[in-house]
């Protein structure tokens, strides 16, 4: 005969396992990325981080930086990438995120494609075509940046606001002359399109892609904060170490454009086009170690005269947090 206290006793057990798996289960977090192809991404097929940090992850695809403000605004998103336009953008709403690392320097990786036979061959010769770029991103102020240093206005060009996907399907209809945009859209407009400009080449508009973080959620998990650092550095360092080995046929490269919808044969170029720094290269006094706070003033100022921002803060100090990168170094 099963006793009371048996039954009383595998009750408890089972409630037991029931609190265990609810704890199990609650380790999980949302973490936003972009589709451009970075080591990071074969890192996240892998499951690295993952095993690295030991929290389940569900990472969120974003198709821009407006959509990651509204994600961390409402708290259902903790950490993601945000490129830096968004970033000063979502610091001026008074969004609770600090700046914690960066992703990748954008090099030629965003650039100015022109539609072959639009008679573009360079910036200036935008005057009176219709660009397509999505509003408040990096590519949009690199266009600026470019139009600035040209000589050219917005009232000069006729600047369309459209997302990635948007500008693709625009761009097969015929319907604008040139965009200023990344993969895997501006792979596919280089296919009747030439570069123009890319970002790197923009001078006084410097982009990148950061890492920003929840504020309450970084200060009650400052471990996991450290080793998802060292997992991303680690990510870095070995496309770093031997860029060649990732060719389309490796196993990296495949799991790259499996994740990011771009084809095998062009992410190794893609790749190139970025730079991915070490936390020594993060920490330094170009990046948080001071460099981010001016650019993200700089940024904020751009996109006031852009009517992106209604105002502009004094000081974004308090949005750059270099303490979780000193922590993973040591």
């Given amino acids: 005969m099963i006793s009371r206290r048996t039954i009383m006793t595998a009750m408890s057990v089972m409630l037991l396992a029931g609190v265990t798996a609810t704890a199990a289960m609650a380790e999980k977090i949302i973490i936003g990325t972009f589709g451009t192809p970075t080591p990071m991404q074969a890192a996240i097929a892998a499951g690295e981080i993952d095993k690295a940090t030991g929290m389940e992850i569900e990472w969120r695809k974003f198709a821009s930086g407006a959509e990651v403000i509204a994600a961390m605004a409402s708290g259902d998103l903790k950490i993601s990438e945000i490129g830096s336009s968004p970033l000063a953008i979502g610091a001026s709403q008074g969004v609770d995120y600090q700046l914690f690392g960066i992703s990748d320097i954008i090099g030629a990786a965003e650039a100015l494609i022109a539609r072959d036979g639009s008679g573009i061959t360079k910036v200036e010769d935008l005057k009176g075509k219709k660009v397509a770029v999505p509003l408040g991103s990096t590519a949009h102020y690199s266009l600026m940046g470019a139009l600035k240093n040209a000589g ?179």
């Fill in 152 to 330: 050219l206005t917005s009232a000069d060009v006729e600047v369309i606001g459209m997302k990635p996907d948007q500008i693709s399907a625009a761009w097969d209809q015929g319907q604008i002359d040139a965009t200023f945009i990344w993969e895997p859209a501006r792979g596919k407009a280089m296919k009747t399109g030439k570069m123009i400009i890319a970002a790197n080449q923009v001078k006084g508009a410097p982009t990148f892609d950061g890492w920003v973080v929840n504020t309450a959620f970084a200060k009650a998990n400052p471990d996991f904060m450290t080793k998802f650092l060292k997992s991303i550095e680690a990510a870095n360092a070995a496309y770093n170490s031997n860029p060649a080995a990732w060719t389309a046929d490796s196993a990296q490269v495949k799991a790259i454009a499996e994740r990011t919808g771009s084809p095998a044969a062009e992410v190794p170029a893609a790749l190139k086009d970025y730079t991915f720094p070490s936390l020594a290269t993060m920490a330094s006094a170009e990046w948080l170690g001071g460099g981010n706070q001016a650019n993200m003033l700089a940024t904020a100022k751009f996109l006031l005269e852009n009517k992106r921002v209604d105002a502009v803060l004094d000081d974004y100090s308090k949005f750059v947090n270099g303490e979780y990168i000193a922590a993973a170094m040591k």
